[in-house]
């Protein structure tokens, strides 16, 4: 059984086990466990073999005996309980000499048998030992060493002296703590510094320290007994704590912490990072920042943010909104990841915190818009601005130059009115400052010191506005300015003179620099103190120089008594309480009336010299804008008279170039008619050269010079140097105009009554009085032009000036686009500033364009200034002039929704000027203004002044013109009008029936521009979208009340605000695509240009639109030819369909109609036709609804492309039905003729079975003379019994006769005389034709009515109409014999056509007599040419003859049959040759004609057929290198023939080359061939007859191929093959055939053979319809439209002749005329018509339908005056007249100018 083991022994139990461990008792052994110990005996029994005894006493010893029953075996052990040691012993540090000991007592132990013993060991020595009761917990160890290691043993001791095994326990004592902390503030870090507790340098140590705020918590370490923590919040408040840290023994060992709290500084960096401002510090904000259009959003009015309430301000002030300074946060927080928290508690920021961050982060070109703004809306601006960081402030001298302020000051004996800069102007200076704290606001009371009575504006910020009770956190030590300034009226004014007054935010015993400033400038300081107890001392060391006013606030009048008798000051003001505000302030202003009675003036610029000495810095003291002002300076110093200087000094834009622009209007207008027209414009053209060459030769000027260089420098001082450049004419300027505004009143009331030469001469002084930057760079303009006419390298310095200007332009700087002077624009300058643009910006440069336009001095440049806070110039009494166009920039997340990068802002002078009213062309000058503009714009913007209803109407009148304009040259217009000073709350609804009276005006006005512009009838919403809600906008005043002291309305600002949404979200909605500045740059040359001619519509030539009409017109001709080919092909098909349908239904004997068929080919042909209309149509929608560039120009051409392609529709389908019945008709004479054939070839076949079968009969076989001889018998006999069934023939001139005899039998009894002359009509036309009659000359007849010479121009002109009308005819008569087909009345059809041409010339006066003479003379030749058509007919359609064609086919097969030989491969060869060859011949010469034309048009010569404009380049470029006068001639004379021959010319070149004909041949022969093949594998299973299994094979292919049935039935009547065996035949058969018919192709080189052969679809005739259009020409010189479509409404020709080109000549000297229709339409000549005269400007009353572009620039006809000039003898001689006198310029034409000509008028270069 073995021993007893004890596996687990307690205090109170144990465990035992006996027995093999492996093996587990089997449960029938029993076992008894029995135990003692001295007192008692304890028995248990187990069937197991381990036991447990429980409840036993700890440290007892015990004997156990194991008894085995069974076995009756047993075996004893004894065991001792253990003592149970305390347990959780642990320990906790008091301090550095001090730990708790804590453990818990053991468990089921009496108390009172045992305790405990603690001892303590250092370094395993016995340190101290303590014993302590059971009921005990804990016990304190004191005494002990700091930052030491102990061990503590803790064990229970038993009464009897026995213990259990101790528990230990490692304690390591506490470091001692640092000692004396001491801390230094900052706004963003802290200096920590305390007392090292450790002595002892061995024991190795350091520090830890950790800061705490609401939000966070950082911890550092530090091995010295001091800390930087730096990255704080300014403004939090800290908690610090720091601890000794000592490293025993691997064990980091901490001291208690000692603990600080401390609230950080605020600091400037820390605003600026609240704000989002931060990297602006030393990024400075730009204008051209601030100005970009950011996208909407809620926050417009109230910030999310504090990052964004500089926006929201910003935003704010820029629109001169005077509400800017009002406000707050939506929320608490700052949604910022970067925020301090600090502003939490809070719902906004001081806004003069905010207007002192933005100064600091604002360039100095900002600081002064932000300044000028600020005044504006007569808030205070900053005149010290001070640095909390620094403890600096600097004098904002700078920031305020831009401010000018205009007032009346007036003493006892005069007034004055006055308008400076207002830091040049000496005012004097009364400062408001603070000590201590204040019970008044003083700068609340200071408002309402310098508001009137009727307004008060709260001019500087103070505590009882929204956010004004928010600590200021930097603007402490700000020094705000601003001013009283009288306006003139008694009653109003509260003080006489202008005041300047100064307020100090703060106490100024912290800002003593800025106190001590105010008191040496000042005339009197306002102190502010209620406690002047407390500060006796510090008033008692102020050293103040200027007057000294103490204003206390107190209880009791004797306060303060003892320190004004000690410190006397000025004057003292207390307020006890019963003094309310109104005297209080009525008290303010007495004291401050007495100040300004002996007060020293000094103005802003002089105080700044007293600055430096006090340590106060000067924003103007930086080198580059001193060396800006030095350069401007040196050019301005030596102006004292400027009409003077500006003679002298930019002389360029004088008279010169005045002289200049009315001679380029001049070469436009043409006013002179007296002379010849283009000797006329060469003389302009001379004149303008010597002007041209006049300014070329100008040597630039020294001022020039100095002003160039200002421009090149850094872009900071060239933007430092045009401001002071500003500056600077501005003073001259005002100072000039005062003077000379002076002169004018003492001239006005002086008695003198020969005054008005004087007043006149000294108003124009003052109009040319007026100097400004934009007249330096007018001259700069005007010396660019010079130098590039007269290609002038001499100054190049010139040549970077434009892209100077365009960075100019990025930064805001306005550029001048229309002289106002001059009324001119500098296009080359213009062109090369934006070209340089473009090259800047690319590919960010899409623009749009707003425009203002309205009546002078309405406020437009205010306008366009408020809402986009820009920075045209606007004063008093000094207008814009011309126009000017600054850029404003987009921001990077807004270009897309805006779908443009910049806005460009045109700024325009008033129309209806004072100035201009005295000049004659004054409303013309308004017109070509309006005209510009409004085309160059995307929106206009119609500013009207309420009050003044009369100029309103002329201005409306004008921009209707404009709007008219631009509507008909392919511009869409969008109108806003603007009602300025509306100020009635309800007006909107109020106004209604006003807005409908507007547009009611607007449509008369419509209308009347329409007629003045000789266009149909229109109303006002035809030419724009109109809303008479959405597009008028109200505008209350500009001013809150009167000016000087009136701030800018808030009303007026947010509507203005409302308005510039407007115009944005339009912007976002309109699918016009936004322009890029190239494209701007052709709409200024093309509308200047247009402008220049009288007649704007029809003058409009824009190269954009041009080119879009061009790229429209290729896309429809594509269109149009894919439509045209589809139903070639279809028709092709379908024609091969009815013959086929007609032969073979006459063949197999069955009721197939070919008029069924024919129903079903027009039923499915309107079906095709729809279809293919239906996409065309599509296409061309969808053309117009893309977003393809420019596609909106050309939108008044869609509905003309529409109709065209309805009409292509309706003459294709009649064409085609046309085509049908005739191939109808046709095919049922053929029919007839077939049945008469069918049944000879029946009779035939009888016949000859017969024959053979008595051949054979005979006894002997017969020789082949014999079979001869027997089928020439029966041959002549079938030919006699056939003979009586020939076709009869007509006379086709006496039905000719018959149909002209009912067509003239009522023009009277000349023209029948005339017809019953005639003898026989097939003799008449065979000679020329003469405009004359049989019975009497012409002459005659106008020998009374016309002089000689205009009898004969009379004559001539009829003879031409008839002659073509000739050509015509022939022509159609030609088509007509071509189609091998019967006569059909074709006579009806032709005097039908001769009839619609005589309408064409109804200008000839035709007599009837003449009529009759041209009809006999057509229909002569027609009776011959039909006559032959129908003889070949008949020949060729004659029975008999078909059947003598087949005898010798016949007399083959009969010898074949008789002597029975196989038939098989004879006869598929001869199928294959006689039946398929033809047909397969036929199959290509039908498709040839398409593909011909589609190669044309896709090949290297597809530009010159892509469009009627670029054909007539092709050709005129062609005739210019020929050089060959008599293509010339033929080209003018007998343009069509010309045109078709040349194509035909074009064509044979082409396809002469690379053997491009054969390839399109062999392409067709190779197609068809395998389609044979096929035909024929599919054909052998349908038949077993060889000649049915042939016609299935041809009615496989029966819309490709034309079945040959007479020669098919001649060749096959006797083919017994078998058809399998036949088919194989056929094949090989077919093989050879493509064979000899691919030699016979490539044998055949003459390609204008192979095209003449083409019977159908004759490409030259395909490709001349589509280049030929609709064939008009030009009234005056015959030259050909090019109009796209078929329907357009107008006809136009790019390039017109000189009128003796086309046989126009003077009466009077028989000397071809040299005028050139595009000059005449813009002169004052005149043209004849009938008996009348007209003005050439008015060609359009005569030939409405016709557009000529007047174009009078010498370039743009070069070509044809090179021609004439070049062949004037030639033309003479042809035309048997004189030379022309032709103007000496022409001769001197190259040929590569004439290249030229064709290349810039046809837009050649853009598609190139």
């Known amino acids: ?698 040597d630039m000027r020294e001022t020039m010079y100095q002003f160039i260089s200002g421009l090149s420098c850094s872009p900071d001082e060239q933007l430092y140097f045009l401001k002071w450049m500003k500056i600077n004419l501005d003073h001259l300027t005002r100072i000039h105009q005062s003077r000379l505004e002076e002169q004018n009143r003492e001239l006005c009331n002086n008695p003198k009554e020969d005054k008005d030469k004087d007043l006149r001469d000294l108003e124009n002084e003052i109009t040319s009085s007026s100097l400004g930057v934009q007249h330096f760079m007018r001259e700069l303009s005007q010396l660019y032009e010079s130098t590039h006419s007269q290609k002038n390298k001499k100054h190049t310095a010139l040549k970077k000036l434009p892209e100077i200007c365009a960075q100019l332009m990025l930064t805001g700087f306005p550029l001048e686009l229309i002289d106002g002077d001059a009324s001119n624009i500098p296009l080359t300058w213009i062109r090369d500033v934006l070209t340089a643009l473009n090259k800047l910006t690319t590919p960010r440069n899409r623009i749009r364009v707003v425009t203002v336009l309205g009546v002078q001095s309405t406020g437009k440049s205010t306008l366009l200034n408020t809402m986009f806070g820009i920075q045209f110039a606007v004063s008093s009494g000094r207008c814009t002039r011309g126009a000017f166009m600054l850029l404003i920039g987009v921001s990077e997340e807004f270009r897309s929704e805006l779908q443009c990068d910049y806005i460009l802002v045109i700024d325009t002078e008033g129309l209806k000027s004072p100035e201009l009213a005295k000049l004659a062309d004054s409303y013309e000058h308004d017109n070509e203004l309006a005209t510009v503009v409004v085309g160059l714009s995307d929106i206009t913007i119609v500013n009207i002044a309420m009050e003044n209803a009369t100029e309103m109407k002329d201005t409306l009148q004008i921009v209707v013109h404009a709007f008219l304009r631009m509507k008909e040259v392919g511009k869409r217009p969008c109108c806003h009008f603007v009602h300025q000073n509306t100020a009635d709350v309800a007006v909107y609804e109020k106004t209604l029936r006003e807005r409908k009276i507007l547009l009611k005006q607007l449509d008369e006005m419509t209308q009347a521009a329409a007629k003045m512009e000789k266009i149909g009838n229109k109303k006002f919403t035809d030419i724009l979208e109109y809303n008479i809600d959405g597009n008028n906008w109200y505008i209350p005043g500009l001013w809150l009340g009167v000016p000087p002291m009136a701030p800018v309305s808030t009303g007026y600002s947010e509507e203005v605000s409302k308005l510039k949404d407007g115009i944005l979200n339009i912007f976002k909605t309109t699918k016009v695509p936004a322009q890029n500045f190239m494209e701007f740059e052709e709409w200024i040359r093309s509308l200047w240009k247009a402008v220049q001619f009288e007649n704007f519509i029809f003058s409009f030539r824009n190269s954009l639109v041009a080119e879009a009409y061009s790229k429209l017109c290729v896309e429809f001709n594509t269109w149009e030819w894919a439509f045209k080919k589809h139903m070639i092909t279809w028709y092709t098909k379908s024609e091969t369909k009815i013959t086929n349908t007609s032969v073979m239904s006459v063949r197999s004997k069955n009721t197939l109609n070919v008029d069924r068929v024919m129903a079903d080919l027009k039923h499915e042909a309107t079906k095709e036709l729809d279809k293919e209309e239906e996409s065309l149509l599509g296409k061309i929608q969808q053309y117009f609804e893309s977003e393809d560039e420019n596609v909106h120009l050309v939108e008044n051409y869609k509905e003309d492309f529409l109709n065209s392609a309805k009409c292509l529709r309706r003459e294709t389908e009649t064409d085609l039905r046309n085509k049908l019945e005739n191939a109808v008709l046709i095919q049922k004479g053929i029919e007839k003729v077939e049945v008469i054939r069918q049944n000879q070839r029946d009779t035939m076949k009888e016949k000859v079975l017969n024959l053979i079968s008595a051949c054979r009969n005979t006894k002997d076989n017969l020789s082949d003379s014999q079979l001869n001889e027997e089928f020439k018998k029966m041959w002549d006999d079938i030919v006699k019994q056939f003979s009586l069934t020939a076709l009869p023939s007509c006379d086709l001139g006496k039905e000719t006769y018959s149909f002209l005899h009912s067509n003239l039998e009522t023009k009277g009894g000349a023209v029948r005389e005339m017809l019953s002359n005639i003898t026989s009509l097939d003799q008449c036309g065979t000679g020329p034709f003469y405009a004359t009659t049989v019975k009497m000359n012409i002459f005659k007849k106008l020998k009374n009515s016309l002089l000689p010479a205009q009898r004969n121009k009379k004559h001539k002109f009829i003879q031409r109409s008839c002659e073509k009308i000739i050509n015509e005819s022939q022509v159609l008569i030609s088509s007509k014999t071509s189609v091998k087909s019967a006569y059909s009345a074709e006579i009806q059809e032709l005097l039908c056509f001769i009839d619609k041409k005589m309408e064409e010339c109804e200008d000839a006066e035709i007599s009837p007599e003449i009529e009759a003479s041209l009809k006999i003379h057509i229909c002569g030749i027609a009776a011959r040419a039909f006559q032959k058509m129908h003889d070949d007919y008949i020949q060729r359609t004659d029975p008999l003859t078909s059947l003598e064609r087949f005898k010798e086919q016949w007399l083959a097969d009969f010898k074949d049959l008789y002597y029975q030989r196989d038939q098989c491969q004879s006869k598929a060869e001869m199928c294959a040759q006689q039946c398929f060859a033809p047909a397969v011949m036929e199959y290509i010469q039908k498709r040839l004609g398409p593909d011909i034309v589609e190669e044309m048009l896709t090949g290297e010569r597809g530009f010159a057929f892509s469009t009627r404009t670029f054909f007539q380049c092709s050709l005129l470029k062609e005739l210019l290198q020929g050089e060959d006068f008599n293509n010339i001639f033929e080209y003018v004379q007998n343009y069509e023939k010309f045109v078709t021959e040349w194509i035909s010319e074009k064509i044979i070149e082409h396809f002469s080359k690379e053997d491009a004909f054969l390839k399109l041949e062999m392409k067709h022969l190779n197609t068809i061939v395998s389609q044979l093949k096929t035909s024929i594998e599919s054909a052998k299973s349908m038949t077993n007859n060889s000649c049915n299994f042939v016609t299935n094979v041809f009615k496989c292919l029966d819309k490709e191929l034309v079945i040959p049935i007479d020669t098919l039935n001649a060749t096959l009547a006797f083919n017994n093959s078998d058809p399998a065996e036949f088919a194989d035949c056929l094949k090989s058969s077919i093989d050879k055939m493509h064979q000899a018919l691919a030699d016979e192709l490539r044998g055949e080189s003459d390609i204008r053979a192979k095209l003449a052969k083409l019977s159908m679809n004759r490409p030259q005739e395909v490709l001349f319809s589509r280049v030929f259009g609709c064939g008009k020409m030009c009234p005056f010189c015959k030259a050909p439209c090019e109009a796209g479509g078929k329907e357009h409404t107008e006809h136009f020709a790019s390039v017109h002749r000189p009128q003796g080109i086309g046989n126009r000549y003077w009466v009077q000297t028989d000397k071809l005329a040299s005028e050139i229709c595009s000059s005449i339409v813009a002169s004052e000549t005149l043209f004849h018509t009938g008996d009348k005269w007209h003005p050439c400007k008015d060609y359009r009353e005569i030939y409405p339908d016709w557009r000529i572009q007047p174009d009078t620039s010498i370039e743009a006809t070069d070509f044809w005056k090179y021609i004439f000039a070049k062949y004037n003898t030639k033309f003479a001689k042809r035309y048997n007249l004189k030379p022309s006198d032709i103007p000496r310029d022409w001769y001197k034409i190259s040929v590569h100018q004439a290249n030229k000509c064709l290349d810039d008028t046809f837009l050649l270069n853009s598609h190139k």
């Open 1 to 698: 059984m073995g021993h007893i083991r004890f596996t687990d022994v307690g205090p109170h139990s144990v465990h035992l086990e006996w027995g093999d461990p492996d093996e587990a008792a089997n449960g029938r052994q029993k076992f008894q466990i029995e135990w003692n110990n001295e007192e008692k005996d304890y028995t248990k029994t187990t069937h197991e073999n381990h036991f447990e005894i429980k409840q036993l006493s700890p440290g007892t010893s015990y004997n156990i005996t194991v008894v085995a029953i069974e076995e009756k075996k047993s075996f004893s052990a004894s065991v001792r309980t253990a003592i149970p040691a305390p347990e959780n012993f642990e320990y906790v540090s008091e301090d550095a000499t001090t730990v708790k000991l804590i453990w818990t007592p053991p468990q089921k132990m009496d108390p009172s048998l045992y305790k405990f013993q603690v001892i303590m060991y250092k370094n395993e020595e016995k340190t101290e030992s303590v014993t302590v009761k059971s009921n005990e917990k804990n016990t304190l160890m004191e005494d002990l060493l700091p930052a030491t290691e102990y061990k503590a043993t803790i064990n229970t001791i038993l009464n009897n002296g026995k213990q259990s095994e101790p528990a230990v326990l490692i304690i390591h004592t506490k470091p001692l703590p640092p000692e004396n902390i001491q801390i230094k503030n900052d706004a963003t870090s802290v200096y920590l510094k305390w007392i090292d507790p450790i002595i002892d340098d061995e024991i190795p140590h350091r520090f830890r320290v950790i800061w705490r705020s609401e939000s966070n918590a950082v911890e550092a370490f530090t091995d010295e007994a001091e800390l930087n923590v730096s990255s704080l919040k300014p403004g939090t408040e800290y908690s610090f704590s720091v601890c000794t840290v000592v490293e025993l023994n691997g064990t980091k060992l901490e001291s208690a912490p000692v603990k600080i709290t401390h609230r950080t500084n605020i600091n400037m960096e820390f605003v600026l990072r609240e704000l989002g401002l931060q990297n602006h510090l030393k990024n400075k904000l730009t204008l051209q920042s601030v100005l970009e259009l950011r996208k909407s959003s809620d926050e417009d009015q109230t910030a999310h943010s504090f990052r964004s309430l500089p926006w929201l301000f910003l935003r704010k002030l820029m629109m001169v909104n005077s509400s800017a300074r009002i406000i707050k946060c939506a929320s608490k927080t700052t949604n910022s990841g970067n925020s301090t928290g600090f502003y939490e508690d809070q719902q906004g920021i001081n806004p003069l915190d905010l207007i002192t961050a933005l100064f600091h982060c604002a360039d100095p070109f900002l600081q002064q818009e932000m300044a000028l703004k600020m005044s504006m809306c007569q808030f205070s601006v900053p005149l010290l601005l001070p640095n909390c960081d620094t403890n600096e402030c600097t004098l904002m001298l700078w920031a305020l130059r831009d401010i000018t302020k205009q007032f009346r000051s007036y003493s006892v004996d005069e007034d004055s009115l006055e308008e400076n800069s207002i830091v040049l102007t000496d005012l004097p200076l009364i400062s408001f400052v603070r000590l201590g704290k204040s019970s008044v606001s003083k700068s609340e009371f200071l408002n309402k010191l310098l508001s009137n009575n009727q307004h008060h504006h709260n001019t500087f910020f103070h505590k009882e506005l929204e956010n004004g009770n928010i600590p200021r956190k930097i603007s402490n030590g700000l020094v705000e300015m601003s001013w009283y300034l009288p306006g003139g009226r008694k009653t109003n004014d509260k003080f006489k003179e202008p005041v300047a007054v100064a307020n100090l935010r703060g106490d100024i015993s912290d800002f003593k620099t800025q106190f001590t400033f105010l008191s040496q400038t000042s005339s009197a300081v306002f102190l502010f103190c209620d406690d002047l107890d407390s500060n006796q001392t510090f008033l008692e060391s102020l050293q103040i120089k200027s007057k000294l006013v103490l204003i206390c606030t107190t209880d009791s009048s004797t306060s303060g008594d003892n320190l004004t008798t000690m410190f006397k000051p000025y004057s003292k003001i207390l307020r006890d309480r019963n003094m309310n505000d109104f005297k209080f302030v009525d008290t303010l202003q007495k004291a401050v009336v007495d100040i300004l009675a002996d007060s020293t003036k000094m103005s802003i610029e002089m105080i700044s010299k007293i600055a430096p000495d006090m340590g106060i810095l000067v924003d103007e003291n930086n080198p580059i804008c001193q060396n800006a002002k030095k350069r401007a300076d040196l050019i301005t110093q030596d102006i004292t008279n400027i009409p003077e200087y500006k003679r002298k000094e930019l002389s360029l834009q004088d008279k010169l170039w005045k002289e200049l622009s009315k001679l380029e209007k001049e070469m436009c207008r043409l006013k002179a008619t007296k002379q010849n027209i283009e000797h006329y414009k060469s003389e302009l053209k001379s004149q303008i050269q010597k002007l041209q060459k006049q300014q070329g030769s100008n």
